[in-house]
């Protein structure tokens, strides 16, 4: 199957060369048009000599948030200092390259557009889709890390997160993406429930007759998961002489049942979760640091739901698609929209969760869910002090710029120009309908986006 992007150059780089790549880029299937507003959802590619505002502001506008994936090609005649490409990152770049030959780069890009493309492949189908809910740009980012770990490796992975972020539904999504041929069942261990007493069979089973009680034999974790997948959650609530057991398992890949003289061997894809911080607990002496740096061959850091709020609604509305209902899926009117827009969930998705399940219990049963559904423990105060978003998150932000320096104007255009760019991407690029949502003409909009890249070319 071919590839579609497109393929752009800043002004300083010969349009001879621009043609060159194309040229090369056909030859491996790869079909560049020009950047235009219909090719801005594809994969694209742009070439540069030198790092520019206007290329920034490019990279930034093109990327959408990190939502379109684009590969920045350096001409190698013209290289600047390398360390200023972790700027292009920043802006929004998926990848920089280096131009050695045309041949060369076609390949290097191709090579990077299958690999995402086989990744948001496998983020569109239906079994992972219905696993998770993922529009926000931060938890689509992290979704597409954990599905290129998941596919093309077999490295233990460590999740990291508050509670109720999602760790168990990431390590499902970790099984259900691995590619092992003929693989084995995911087995589910909560390290914070273990008995220390009945340890030793949670984890490696038991022989016949091996404790007072051990009536039948039993297959312990290390068992269950092999072939497949063990997913060890709160591991950071693990005691140390386990934790001195789990590291030897994992290294030798065999055990011992309690009350066997034999060893076996298992073999396991590990996934691990905690809510703690481990580094702190190793400083403490209370988590071993080889047992750490065994678990966390990929590290993963889940969102809290506070900085993904443009999942609320979409994670809401799958949640009532879960539950069965008479009659089918109700709606949610505007003024429930805007409560759970505007509610904390110190408890992250578990919480959302929660209180949809208990406006669920004052549902009537036609169709549409209204403020009245809202339980009044649950509902917010009659007369807000201050608008809905204009609580302690923005303060917090503005209170941030002040301590590192920043002043009035430097924050006002800051804050301007982050809403310019969501309205924008909200939108999917229609100037005329962000300035709508804004508040301001389209002509007004452009000309402050005109007026910013002016003044980061200076």
């Known amino acids: 199957m071919g590839i579609d992007c497109w393929l752009c150059s800043c002004a300083e780089i010969p349009k001879e060369k621009q043609q060159l790549l194309r040229e090369a880029l056909t030859k491996y299937g790869v079909k560049a048009d020009v950047l235009q507003s219909e090719t801005q959802d594809r994969p694209g590619v742009c070439l540069f000599s030198e790092i520019t505002p206007e290329l920034r502001d490019l990279l930034q506008t093109v990327s959408r948030g990190d939502r379109a994936r684009v590969i920045a090609v350096a001409d190698s005649g013209h290289l600047t200092n390398g360390h200023k490409h972790w700027d292009l990152l920043q802006a929004g770049a998926s990848d920089v390259l280096v131009w050695s030959d045309p041949d060369r780069a076609a390949r290097e890009i191709k090579a990077r557009f299958e690999r995402w493309r086989s990744v948001e492949e496998s983020m569109e189908e239906p079994a992972v889709r219905d696993l998770v809910v993922a529009k926000s740009p931060i938890w689509r980012a992290v979704l597409r890390d954990i599905a290129e770990i998941a596919r093309f490796s077999d490295a233990t992975v460590l999740i990291l997160g508050e509670s109720g972020t999602g760790k168990e539904v990431v390590a499902r999504l970790i099984h259900l993406l691995d ?113 750490y740096y065994r678990i966390a061959g990929c590290v993963c850091k889940l969102p809290p739901l506070r900085e993904r709020l443009e999942d609320i609604i979409p994670l809401a509305e799958h949640f009532l698609r879960q539950v069965h209902i008479k009659g089918g899926t109700p709606k949610l009117d505007a003024a429930v929209r805007n409560y759970l827009l505007r509610r904390d969930y110190p408890g992250n998705v578990r919480d959302l969760q929660q209180v949809l399940s208990r406006i669920m219990y004052r549902y009537t049963g036609d169709q549409t869910i209204t403020i009245g559904c809202i339980p009044p423990d649950e509902r917010p105060p009659v007369e807000p002090v201050q608008a809905a978003w204009l609580d302690t998150h923005f303060e917090r932000e503005i209170q941030r710029a002040v301590l590192f320096g920043a002043g009035l104007k430097e924050i006002s255009r800051a804050a301007e120009d982050v809403a310019i760019r969501f309205a924008t991407d909200e939108e999917d690029g229609n100037v005329q309908r962000a300035a709508y949502r804004l508040g301001v003409t389209d002509r007004t909009l452009q000309l402050r986006r005109a007026t910013r890249r002016q003044v980061d070319a200076k």
């Open 179 to 291: 590619t092992r041929p003929n693989k084995g069942d995911l087995v589910i261990l909560d390290c914070s429930t273990i008995v220390p007493e009945l340890s030793g069979s949670e984890f490696f089973g038991h022989e016949r007759g091996s404790f007072t009680g051990a009536s039948t034999e039993r297959q312990g974790a290390f068992a269950l998961a092999n072939g497949g997948t063990l997913f060890l959650d709160e591991i950071g609530e693990l005691p140390l002489p386990l934790q001195a057991q789990l590291l030897r398992v994992i290294q030798e890949r065999t055990y011992k049942r309690v009350g066997s003289n034999s060893w076996q061997r298992t073999a396991f894809r590990l996934v691990c979760a905690t809510n703690r911080d481990l580094l702190g607990l190793i400083r403490r002496g209370e988590f071993r640091s080889d047992l």
